[in-house]
């Protein structure tokens, strides 16, 4: 139709504008990311080479826990934009967590390519069409008409599932039952969750960089605190930064010229939207790849510079840092008594209810599976039926459906009032972070009871054995809560840190900024990459709210509110050689195909397990450096011990129209993990990130860097 052609000739016209914006943008930024990047370097040397304290978890970290393996797969309908019309589909989510898009389960298990991947980034999941029309009538508002109450597409179910981003093309689901939508919902949160979380912590130059240089970059802009679209990898939240100002001012131009009823023009706008986030992202994409490999040419050189000239440039820092603080600090400590002390404690407690409700769940559904795992091997201990019953637990943090319960509890956080006050955008970015922090949990203790299973599966059998399962779970367990806890506070700190830091920074720059530069005057021409004086105004702020931070956490774990440890707390009776037990994952199913073969072929009863020493990895350092009474914990002795069922919905045959649903089933293959952090605590503030925000103190200047 004509107003197609006019879609794509308003597209194609707003080409060549979109990307000098871009260009743009991503020439503004390369210079915040060039300056951030020798600063992050210079942090991540000089703690390589004067250290940190360790701190020891007590849980196992698995390195790979998705390796072979697949999330969730099943059918459902999809809305298909180009036919307007609803097929069968087969979604399979894999261990990147985007979704592949199959005509059917007979094609995906052919290897025919998919009909399309869809990466969650960005994405919200949707269960009702009024929910949806809000956000579509919000992004194309209409002055002259009413505003829509139905949306350009009629779902054949009362159970859609939507997939809606500000600016790609969103993506229409339905099922047939509410407990279907209920758990295709879960999976979809799970892959937006996971595709959100998309810097790399193992980067300990780049990652810091790019978030220091994205901060800064809004900073300059007048936007502090917390960015609901830092989501996803570099380049997706380039393209983000660029449709932040790009989006408004093409809708403007292009909205009023769009013909048509309100339904209509709302797809229409909906798809250009998409071309030009699609354009936008290839050459956010193309720039920051030559970009960061510029940074990366000249690593080698920087750091030998820094090498050499180390103690210089950590006094001379340490002078700056000196001068800055005398200026800024009476100005910081005012503001500091009058508008954030008080508020400090209530904070804290709106984040303690729901974090510690769902770290609760977590050790509650962690406590029921191992009970059954207990349960099903009393009558028959077997190595086969053991192995069995323990591949069925190991993928359990990464089961979408079981964990939901405990990332509902997360959802109830509730920042309102705080909003306004501390340029919280939405509390999404806390939730999302615990969420996260919640799965890393679960799989550490799992991971843990496996490597405590597998030791102690020679040589018992029977009642010895169950009695052994249960010593397994116990200790488990206190690992558990002992862990939970440290994680916990750090999470609390951190995200104190998040909602007061941007805050003190926008009421101090107007008077504080334009003073600065005078003290670059004290920096040797040969140290100016690593020292900037606007990252060190920034630690000072930081440095002056750290103490009541502290304190304020550690007050509540005195008083051991919402089961939290105190700092002096040591766990005792702990496992000296358990970390030697190793991070792979046990392949419960090989090791038993093992144990059958050499049955075969000998009568003497084998052991199917043979135990390797595995090296011990070297510990991370806590990130968060500003707390002195870390945890020590002491280490325990210990005692020597006397067919799937499918629900997937049967495909039509290729090509057919769906016009009539009658019956959905399901098909669920072996849910399977992700890759998680191998390690709880990173190596520094200025070494660790956040998906969106991060804020950390660095231990040995007493220096910190705050991360959006």
């Known amino acids: 139709t004509w107003q197609y052609h006019d879609f794509h000739l308003n597209t194609f016209r707003h080409t060549h504008a979109d990307m000098a914006r871009t260009s743009a943008v991503m020439s503004e930024f390369g210079r915040f990311y060039e300056q951030q990047y020798a600063v992050a370097l210079f942090n991540s040397v000089r703690y390589e080479i004067e250290g940190g304290g360790n701190t020891q978890t007590q849980l196992l970290h698995r ?19 180009e036919s307007k019309k609803w097929r069968s589909r087969f979604l399979y989510v894999g261990d990147s967590y985007n979704i592949s898009l199959y005509e059917s389960k007979a094609a995906h298990d052919r290897g025919l390519h998919s009909k399309g991947v869809i990466n969650c980034a960005g994405y919200r999941a949707l269960t009702s069409m009024e929910e949806y029309l809000g956000l579509l009538n919000n992004s194309l508002s209409d002055t002259k ?27 229409y689901f339905c099922v047939m039952t509410e407990k279907e939508q209920k758990k295709w919902h879960a999976i979809f949160q799970d892959c937006v969750r996971h595709s959100n979380n998309g810097l790399s912590e193992e980067c300990k130059v780049a990652t810091p960089a790019f978030t220091d240089a994205l901060r800064l970059y809004r900073q300059a802009k007048g936007h502090y605190g917390t960015w609901d679209m830092m989501c996803g990898n570099q380049a997706q939240i380039l393209a983000n930064l660029v449709m932040e100002t790009l989006h408004p001012e093409l809708k403007n131009l292009i909205v009023p010229r769009l013909k048509g009823k309100l339904q209509q023009r709302q797809r229409d706008w909906m798809l250009i939207s998409d071309a030009v986030y699609r354009q936008v992202l290839s050459q956010t994409k193309t720039q920051h790849e030559a970009l960061a490999q510029v940074c990366e040419v000249e690593r080698p050189r920087l750091d030998s510079a820094l090498r050499t000239d180390m103690d210089q440039i950590v006094t001379s820092k340490e002078h700056v840092s000196g001068k800055i603080r005398a200026f800024v600090l009476p100005r910081v400590e005012q503001l500091v008594r009058s508008k954030v002390q008080p508020y400090i404690h209530s904070i804290l407690e709106a984040l303690m209810e729901p974090t510690s409700r769902g770290f609760s769940e977590v050790r509650d559904i962690l406590f029921r599976e191992l009970v059954e795992v207990s349960k099903n091997t009393m009558n028959d201990s077997s190595s086969e039926k053991v192995g069995e019953h323990m591949d069925k637990i190991s993928m359990l943090a990464f089961h979408p459906v079981k964990m939901q319960s405990c990332y509902e509890k997360m959802e109830a956080l509730n920042l309102e009032g705080l909003q306004q006050r501390c340029d919280v955008s939405s509390p999404s970015v806390f ?35 169950c009695k052994t399962i249960q010593r397994c779970q116990d200790r488990v367990l206190k690992k558990y809560d002992y862990d939970s806890s440290t994680v916990r ?33 004290l920096i040797f021409e040969d140290f100016s990459r690593f020292i900037l004086v606007e990252n060190i105004f920034e630690e000072v702020v930081l440095q002056s709210v750290s103490k009541d931070i502290m304190m304020a956490v550690k007050e509540a774990a005195v008083q051991r509110r919402h089961n939290l440890y105190r700092d002096s707390m040591v766990l005792t009776n702990s496992d000296p050689n358990l970390h030697l037990l190793g991070e792979d994952t046990i392949d419960w199913a090989e090791e038993n195909e093992g144990q059958t073969e050499q049955d075969l072929e000998t009568e003497k009863p084998v052991n199917p397990i043979q135990q390797e020493p595995i090296e011990k990895e070297p510990g991370s350092p806590d990130s968060i450096s ?49 890759k998680v952090d191998e390690e709880l605590d990173t190596a520094q503030i200025k070494q660790a990130s956040w998906q969106r925000i991060e804020v950390g103190v660095e231990n040995s200047s007493e220096s910190g860097h705050i991360l959006v």
Request: aromatic share 8%.
């Open 145 to 171: 008409a009413k505003a829509a109450s139905a949306p350009f597409l009629k779902c054949p179910s009362q159970f859609p599932l939507i997939l809606w981003h500000p600016y790609a093309r969103h993506h």
């Open 63 to 81: 390195k790979d826990p998705l390796k072979n393996k697949s999330i969730f797969s099943g059918g459902l309908f999809q809305y298909l934009e």
């Open 431 to 465: 939730i999302q972070r615990a969420q996260i922090l919640m799965r890393q949990q679960m799989d550490n203790a799992v991971h843990t009871f496996e490597q405590l299973v597998h030791q102690s599966l020679d040589g018992h059998s029977g009642e010895d054995f």
């Open 626 to 674: 500003e707390i002195r009474d870390l945890i020590n914990p002491v280490l325990e002795v210990i005692e020597k011990d006397g067919s799937q069922q499918t629900n997937g919905m049967l495909p039509l045959e290729e090509g057919d129209e769906v016009k009539l649903i009658t019956t959905v089933t399901e098909f669920v293959p072996r849910e399977s993990p992700i």
């Open 489 to 521: 506070k750090k999470f609390f700190r951190e995200a104190l840190l998040q909602i007061i830091i941007p805050y003190m920074l926008k009421q101090l720059s107007p008077s504080c900024s334009p003073e600065l530069p005078k003290y670059k005057e």
